[in-house]
């Protein structure tokens, strides 16, 4: 079971950092992934990581956020700055056992509840 949490409100150029908590399951062996989703939009790729650590983000992402994860907090984190008013969006995290990245929606398991991000122009 994951549990997305950290959003809210933030003024373009600033900061905010998600959090994904798993419980139960051995989450060392977990891959997750973020995704988001805009208003009128389908869920979009944001970034994932591997069991291992190795990451891999989208393009519109890619030097401004930085996925991580603590195996002895069960967490994944996803630190985003230079936040758009384009980043706005409900954002989900995903696992699955595995020993690669995923980047695709169906190639994940288990879901957590969406927290949404508002950027401000």
């Known amino acids: 079971q994951l549990q997305a949490s950290g959003g809210g409100w933030v003024p373009a150029g600033g900061s905010l950092r998600l959090s994904c908590l798993a419980s139960g399951g051995t989450f060392s062996r977990y891959a997750v992934g973020w995704f988001r989703q805009a208003p009128g939009k389908g869920r979009e790729f944001v970034a994932a990581?591997?069991?291992?650590?190795?990451?891999y983000y989208t393009d519109s992402v890619r030097g401004r956020f930085t996925i991580s994860r603590d195996n002895a907090k069960n967490t994944v984190y996803v630190q985003m700055n230079s936040l758009k008013p384009e980043d706005t969006a409900v954002y989900y995290c995903?696992?699955?056992?595995?020993?690669?990245?995923?980047?695709?929606?169906?190639?994940?398991?288990?879901w957590g509840q969406g927290t949404l991000v508002t950027v401000s122009s």
């Open positions: 995903a696992g699955r056992s595995g020993s690669g990245y995923y980047m695709s929606a169906y190639e994940y398991v288990d």
């Open positions: 990581i591997s069991r291992f650590g190795t990451t």
